[in-house]
């Protein structure tokens, strides 16, 4: 009995040492972390909203209805800018590294996502593409001709809706992206500039080709199960849109890589893009001759790509049932780019 109570005591007094304690964690964290994990995987796969994006075919209609109403604003030497767009299909696709190996020409500068949480590109989509009703268009476009607003008259006559012509509005956007992120770049001393996003696709793309016709898009993608699996492992906390849009489950990421990987088949065919997959990327297979020509810059790609920046560590396996929650929601993005399940 005397050795039992000796033996209790030692235990007792184990229990009080910190590694008693961290143990006791460990195992307690351990044991329910995969069913927490399920269970908030399936709650989020029941209860997602995927939310209303406009698409390629109604920016375009509004911007065929402004182009179509008076003359361009800009100067002729604004129009010969050729900035250089990288897009990703979602994050952990590659685009950091392909960003670092398109600047390995001292000539161009590409930002890196830019406020991109506040997805202001995506935004002033959006606006374009509720636009006014056309009549309306047709009402101010007509009242600005007719009146002069140098008249002696002019205060007696209708000015309610009296509107500046389209190609200003179409001029103003663009100065805002001249000034946050060209001049700087220019500033700089580099004649080229551009930036890399993981939250765009083809609608903000057809928004930036109207503002700058001379814009090369370069887009990358990756299989979904990687690109989830490297984000699952790099412990993010990821805003497709702050604060309302995270992605923080397998059916949240799925919905937004199928997005934007669809999003490019509503382009036509001579839409300027390059599109690469991170597989080749890394594999070696990748035709930097041909994307330096098409792009009129000079890629050393061996020395970006000696150099690993910014990896995780080793990502743990998807589970079965986020794999199958990927593999649903995203079909029809992993089919538009040719993956397979």
Avoid at 21 to 38: I, V
Avoid at 260 to 272: G, V
Wanted: proline letters at 5%; hydrophobic letters at 40%.
């Amino acid at each position: 009995m005397l050795s039992d109570s000796m033996g209790l005591a030692k235990i007792q007094k184990y229990k009080q040492t910190p590694i008693w304690a961290w143990g006791r964690q460990t195992w307690l964290a351990t044991s329910t972390r995969a069913p927490r994990r399920f269970c908030h995987e399936m709650l989020a796969w029941l209860s997602h909203e995927k939310g209303s994006f406009p698409g390629v075919a109604k920016l375009a209609e509004s911007i065929t209805l402004l182009q179509a109403r008076g003359s361009d604003a800009t100067s002729a030497q604004t129009e010969k800018e050729a900035p250089i767009f990288v897009f990703s299909a979602g994050p952990r696709a590659g685009s950091t590294l392909l960003q670092r190996i398109l600047v390995t020409d001292p000539r161009l500068l590409l930002w890196g996502e830019p406020f991109g949480e506040m997805a202001l590109v995506s935004r002033i989509a959006e606006i374009v593409s509720h636009l006014e009703q056309p009549a309306r268009l047709g009402v101010w476009e007509k009242t600005i001709k007719e009146i002069d607003v140098k008249s002696s008259t002019f205060a007696m006559t209708w000015i309610a809706t009296l509107y500046p012509s389209a190609s200003y509005f179409r001029a103003a956007l663009r100065g805002f992206l001249d000034q946050w992120l060209g001049k700087p770049a220019r500033d700089g001393g580099f004649a080229r500039w551009g930036f890399k996003e993981v939250r765009l696709g083809a609608t903000e793309a057809t928004l930036l080709h109207w503002l700058y016709p001379n814009a090369k898009f370069v887009v990358i993608c990756r299989h979904p199960y990687a690109s989830y699996r490297s984000l699952a492992n790099a412990n993010w906390v990821y805003y497709d849109r702050y604060p309302d849009v995270r992605v923080n489950s397998a059916a949240g990421f799925a919905h937004h890589w199928s997005r934007l990987a669809t999003s490019w088949s509503e382009l036509p065919l001579e839409f300027p893009c390059f599109r690469i997959k991170y597989e080749d990327l890394i594999g070696r297979k990748v035709d930097f001759r041909k994307l330096e020509s098409w792009l009129g810059i000079e890629i050393k790609e061996d020395i970006a790509l000696s150099t690993s920046v910014g990896g995780t560590a080793k990502p743990d396996c998807i589970t079965w049932y986020e794999r199958l929650i990927i593999a649903r929601e995203a079909e029809a993005g992993m089919r538009a780019l040719g993956y397979s399940k």
